[in-house]
């Protein structure tokens, strides 16, 4: 499946925020959770990673 494009510009590589890099820019974000610290590299599916704090409610809506 084709990725969903994230609205806005990315940040100059210079100056990522903090957190996740792409907080700033994603409807999805919360204070704190995706800003705090950089979320951990995580195993979606056998050969398919994300990085993102949240990824798992995702799923879980997805597939409710």
Do not use: H, N, Q
């Amino acid at each position: 499946d084709r990725l969903a494009s994230i609205e806005g510009v990315v940040p100059d590589p210079m100056f990522w925020p903090s957190g996740c890099r792409f907080a700033p820019r994603c409807t999805a974000a919360t204070m704190g959770l995706c800003t705090d610290s950089v979320p951990p590299l995580a195993e979606a599916d056998p050969g398919r990673r994300v990085r993102c704090a949240r990824w798992k409610e995702f799923v879980e809506k997805a597939y409710a």
